[in-house]
């Protein structure tokens, strides 16, 4: 286990995706992992904490959502860039090794059931709130987030410290294509 | 005008917000004009382009858009950073002259029917798609994109020049309170 995972209040959990970063989508059902990449997820409410995030209804990620009611969205760094493309690009039909073929190393929490993808800087499980015509209409899913993590070297006191931190823990902005920004300098209004 | 005012291909307007910038959000009704600062902003759909954003109750511009069913998205820059701090910390019902308090000044384009931010990096003129249960239940409203233009000194040729431009035309990723980041390095997978 990672020392520094460390527990984020939930009522601090929305800023955890607030700057926009690029993410990763992670989800179990019968006995079946997967993760893919989502530029489209956003916060959607403070406390309960809810997101909102993108599911093409070709990926098979969505499925394993659909089955279980359950997922994990995870804040990747700049040192996982290869492995966030990766896994953006190849679908768990085509490549049914595409976990490992793209480095992904899983691990759990003890009570969580989702996998969830080491050597990310945050975790945030999710409950499905199962919202059909939104679902159809939009690939358009809400869910209620129901424990929220990161790691203290880049995430503590209730906010991101990407200023004083390795740059290689910076989020990832996806562009198109395997192009994408790092978040850059902090500012204060 | 600004000279350097671009129009962008609506099958790539989806890029103008896919890296999860804050955003201003405009709105005209029965003659009232507003602005606010909304983070929670995010891309749904390529072409058509569509995009949603959380509007609180207790937001005016809401009600604007409620009203006239239209309102535009644009993404402000770091030279904006008090402005954008402003319109998100002052609501129209308390302060009347909210806009020329925070700088603000407007702008249209000819066949639009919605105010513009001038000095922003882009701008992404949408209709309002109603669908009451998440406006209602979640505050989320889902617009479509009828048409998007951009700054050619930072967006052209379909995607965004930060690394070539002044960095005063990064875009602010908003954390809490008055801070923010800037978005950073150029990145390739």
Redesign the interface.
Known sequence: MNPHLAPVDLAKAY?LV?????VLVSARHAGVDNVMAA???????FDPP?L?V?LDKSTSTRELIEGSGRFAVQVPT?AQ??L??AVGNHSLREAPDKLAQAGVELFELSDQPVPLVAGCSAWLVCDLINEP??QDS???F?GEVVGAWADDRVFRDG??H?EDADPAW?S?????G????????????
Request: glycine share 6%; net charge positive.
């Open positions: 800023r607030n700057h926009g970063p690029t530029a489209w997820c956003c916060a959607l409410d809810k909102t993108v700049v860039l290869q966030v493309n015509h939104n939009y690939d358009l809400i906010r991101w990407f910076r990832l902005h996806h562009v198109a395997g192009h994408f920004y790092a978040i850059g300098e902090a500012l204060k209004a």
